[in-house]
């Protein structure tokens, strides 16, 4: 039945674990003392409960050994930046068609697939278009599949909202164009990600969208000075952009950090959108998951977290 706690000796496959999001999904399944099995790239340390596969989205081999006996797969790894549409494909679409059929021919019937929100207007973005693909083949699977689509993402660890935190240290954060947005927490999501391994009627080939309870969302200029209410004394002030200066930005973001730029043109054009809020008929079950951490409290510890590791200053 859904809504009950996954189960202590359940192993479960991860695809993306030594990334931002799968690092704090790690640290749950540690707490809820489940066996993880998760693909990497790169050689890592042991780690109790967790069974490292050296491979990724590409390696069918290692795809295989990684849900060898698995009950079900979280597949969280995707590319979020890449130089043009192929990169995208790649990553977010055929990586996804990979993990589903490797699903098949071990046995693999439950599927957590980890989206976005961009998913949602696949116009303004190759990211987007992408994300959207890898859902529609989910969809079309024959698994027995959830989607989540998380709006922002923060917490320790992550790298795309340091940039805001590193800006507000120094006064000024620029915006996008005036408009609202969802956040979540890491943890967050993670627990969430967790509480939909059960299948049941409520979770079974529904899409949900989860973030921090804030009615409405938030809008560009509050979030801004809550992050610089995190970082420092003083309050921040918000500057936002025309959609005009944000492909600015982007093209010279581009030219002084090349395949390292966090605004490229293609998140340019989708951060310009004005409405990232999630949806509120899906979101997920209140009977299944709840948000637990309050935003402006983890934008707090997300800074001592920052400060602690030297990525603040």
Not at 8 to 24: E, K, N, P, S
Not at 118 to 146: F, I, N
Not at 206 to 229: C, Q, S, Y
Not at 264 to 269: G, L, M, W, Y
Request: include cysteine; glycine fraction near 10%.
């Amino acid at each position: 039945m859904s809504g009950e706690k996954p189960r202590r000796g359940d192993l479960v496959a991860v695809t993306g674990a030594t990334g931002f999001v799968g690092q704090a999904v790690l640290m749950a399944a540690g707490r809820h003392q489940l066996d993880v099995r998760a693909l990497t790239r790169r050689k890592q340390r042991l780690r109790g409960g967790v069974e490292w596969v050296d491979g990724d989205l590409a390696d069918v081999p290692a795809l295989k050994r990684l849900m060898d006996g698995a009950s079900a797969v979280i597949h969280i790894a995707g590319v979020v930046n890449a130089p043009d549409a192929a990169g995208f494909e790649e990553g977010n679409v055929q990586g996804t068609l990979r993990v589903i059929e490797a699903a098949h021919e071990m046995g693999v019937s439950r599927l957590i697939h980890v989206s976005s929100l961009a998913a949602r207007e696949p116009q303004l973005s190759m990211y987007g278009a992408s994300k959207l693909r890898g859902e529609k083949l989910v969809r079309a699977s024959g698994l027995d599949w959830s989607v989540v689509r998380p709006p922002a993402v923060f917490g320790p660890r992550d790298t795309e909202m340091l940039e805001l935190f590193r800006l507000a240290r120094r006064g000024v954060i620029p915006l996008p164009p005036p408009g609202h947005l969802s956040i979540i927490h890491v943890a967050d999501l993670a627990e969430l990600l967790l509480a939909l391994l059960p299948s049941g009627e409520d979770v079974t080939r529904k899409v949900f969208e989860p973030d921090d309870g804030e009615p409405g969302g938030w809008t560009h200029v509050a979030l801004a000075r809550a992050i610089g209410a995190a970082v420092r004394e003083k309050p921040v002030r918000p500057l936002s952009l025309s959609p005009g200066i944000v492909r600015l930005a982007a093209r010279a973001d581009r030219l002084l950090r090349g395949k390292k730029a966090k605004l490229t043109p293609d998140r340019a054009r989708y951060i310009c959108h004005p409405d990232w809020t999630v949806s509120e008929e899906a979101r997920p079950p209140a009977s299944l998951w709840r948000p637990r951490i309050d935003t402006r409290e983890g934008l707090q510890a997300t800074a001592a977290w920052y400060r602690e590791a030297g990525w603040l200053k």
